[in-house]
């Protein structure tokens, strides 16, 4: 059977499938265009995504949208989501059984939006996408091709947030992203 957004998103709604549907308040979908090339995966929902629902509408959005601005891109053009949906208590790393459920919604995401451009912010959706042992200090801003579609990972950024430093190597990353979009890579 075919699913169709509204199906996954009634899915992640109601979802049951680990421990952290009872301490969330909201589940996070992705949103964004869902006719985007370029996809933005993330950790897992902060608290403040977690209080509305939505990803990236705390500190590390406003880090975010900063990014976007700098390299002339806009939420508009992207969809952005997280590896898991549900806030994991206290911010602390999402567990490999919490990743391992929520892992269908991705998929089905990925399935549906058939990026060509995935962006993976930080190590934990980096090793999850991208490789294992993927090292974001020292790969990030590198290129993978996998089924038609180009992988990279940058800093997430609330690495940023903890060290402002790192800002414009982030938005170099960024850049290139745009780059290898506009020359419909
Ligand atoms: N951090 C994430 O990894 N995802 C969000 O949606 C917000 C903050």
Redesign the pocket.
């Known amino acids: 059977m075919q699913y169709t957004w509204n199906d996954i998103e009634q899915h992640v709604m109601v979802c049951r499938q680990c421990p952290l549907s009872q301490t969330r308040h909201l589940p996070?979908m992705g949103r964004g265009n869902r006719q985007a090339d370029i996809m933005l995966i993330?950790?897992?929902?902060?608290g403040q995504?977690d209080e509305q629902g939505i990803?990236?509408?705390?500190r590390?959005?406003e880090i975010l949208d900063r990014l976007l601005h700098d390299c002339g891109l806009d939420r508009k053009e992207l969809y952005?989501t997280?590896i898991i949906k549900c806030h994991p208590p206290g911010n602390r790393d999402p567990k490999e059984e919490e990743k391992d459920a929520c892992f269908p919604y991705l998929k089905y995401e990925t399935f549906l939006l058939k990026p060509r451009i995935i962006v993976c912010?930080?190590r934990v959706a980096a090793q999850r996408i991208i490789s294992p042992d993927f090292k974001i200090t020292r790969q990030h801003g590198t290129w993978t091709v996998r089924k038609n579609c180009a992988l990279t990972a940058t800093f997430?950024?609330?690495a940023i947030l903890r060290e402002p430093s790192r800002y414009e190597s982030v938005k170099a990353d960024f850049c290139e992203v745009v780059k290898k979009h506009a020359l419909r890579y």
């Open positions: 996070v993330a950790e897992a929902p902060g995504e990803p990236f509408v705390g590390s959005g952005m997280n912010l930080g997430h950024p609330s």
